[in-house]
């Protein structure tokens, strides 16, 4: 599977993340390059094998529902770049 | 030949002897802990380990820890051990990095389960390690503060991702350090600096307050310099932890006790598979020694094959970007961290610029990688094969473990490699976890150990064990120890080491 700048453009907006234009020409080659190497994931033979997406047995851990304290909101909050009591600040999402 | 253990060097002591001088009073805990904090200050200006050294901190929890002896109650063997962090470890009220500039003034409101355990057991911490940003990489060169250069030659780099971890260990800085391995961040490194590094089973200790890389494959483990103390830090870590699902309610046995030195009978598989062309005659040669030396301790060998060994690093290439890009998309400006929020017109593009100038390239190129894998129309040929090449290597391993005991091979396919030689291309760099990174797909445990030296430089042996079988991986890795002194040899940082009573050392792009 082939890879063109403009995929490459693409994907950078889904992950929210942009690339300046050195990068999205350097991004193209080497994910082409790594793909290609991946590419021999193509000939396993995965008829009837199902995915595993943990290693671990699917258990359920269940605790006692007894209320304990969370971590204090300041606390919580004294990493956040902009807020406002309580909150987050953001921009404005909708004008 | 054993240690010579000179009294005006205990950073040489293993954990295990330690444990006793302190119990016997033959050194304070405070006194331990400055002979830490001198050597760091002596060679940690070349070898760059550390990204903070924590020294107030380390000596109130010495003081402690010396109360602690002077009243003989509530002992552990870790009671008044230094040891240090990798800083993907968040620490309340120390700043914590992940070797990014995203988070270089991140202040985590708690600690790590881990970090709790230890100090409850009374041990001390130096501070915290270098590392690849986020735990991506192979070398500790995508570290934002520069990269560790390993202690056997400061021109090479220690591995990674848990590379300051692992040097920290090598250069005498703590007695014993936590990393975490994802693809072989702690077993790779560990055999590029002649250290013992061990990755736990998938659930054997909990992750909480691990900042997040890829959370089905990610697992925290020990570096030491040996078997034993490897076995003593396991001790204080394992174990289930509400405050993680995915750590295991099982039982967590006396790992020393398993360390009788005794492996008559031990069936060692060699898989083929892991000795093809590719891997350095030199590092061959080391392993093929250690398996002559476990012969003559009574081990038996049979050849195994693990038929789908070829797919692993392809499935780990999907697997491991594709929860990254997950993980890591909760670095967005908004919550903690960096944020270029002001000069943005909108959401959006406050998003797009904060990600942009906060992660380095390696993390860019894998959150791309897996956002790809995950996308619409790729999922089905990328992600969810990938994830059925998992099944096919847990059941590789189920077969052979059928057959052995414990699985060996090389750790690494090479010696520690000069720094700036794989930064250009990208898959160079991800062979260095060929033989490491199948153990993190099934889930299972492994440990990499001093094998002995190719061209003055060390080499790893690795052994895979069971799940929740680290016991008979690190009973093999000791009874090794016990005839041979690969583990006790030294680099030499007497050129590099500054004088005693000499300035800070200034760090290179580090920062305290």
Redesign the interface.
Known sequence: MSLSRADVEHIALLARMRLSEDELNRMTEQLAGILEHIAVLQEADVSDVPPSASTLPPIDHFRPDIPAPSLPVDALLANAPEREDSYLRVKAVLE | MTTPTMTNEPWRWTIAETAEKLRAKEISAVELTQAHLDRIRAVDGAVHAFLRVTADEALAEAKAADERLARGQDLTPLTGIPLALKDVLVTEGITTTAGSRFLE???P??SATVVKRLRAAGAISLGKLNMDEFAMGSSTENSAYGPTHNPWDLDRVPGGSSGGSAAAVAAGEAMGTLGSDTGGSIRQPAALTNTVGLKTT??RVSRYGLIAFAS?LDQIGPFTRTARDCALLLQHIAGYD?ND??S??VSVPDYAAQLTGDIKGLKIGIPKEYFVEGTEPGVVKVVEEAIATLKTLGAEFIDISLP?T??G???Y??IAPAEA?ANL?RY??????L?L?AE?A???D????T??AG?G?EV??R???G??AL?SG?YD??Y?????????I?RDFDAAFAQCDVIISPTSPTVAFKLGARVDD??AM?LSDLFTIPAN???ICGVSFQGGFSEGLPVGVQLLGK?FDEGTILRAADAFQRVTDYHTRWPNLAAAAKPKGATKAKKAGGKK
């Open positions: 003034h991140f202040v409101p708690y998938y659930g089905s509400p699902s995915t295991a309610d789908h070829k797919y690093l392809p499935a290439y999907i890009s998309a967005d400006g908004v919550k903690y961290g944020s929020r943005a909108d959401l959006e406050a998003y797009m610029r990600r942009q992660f390239p860019r190129r959150i791309m990688l956002t790809y996308s790729y040929a990328y969810k094969r990938a994830e059925q090449v998992r099944t096919l847990r990208p898959y991800y797909l099934a889930g799940p």
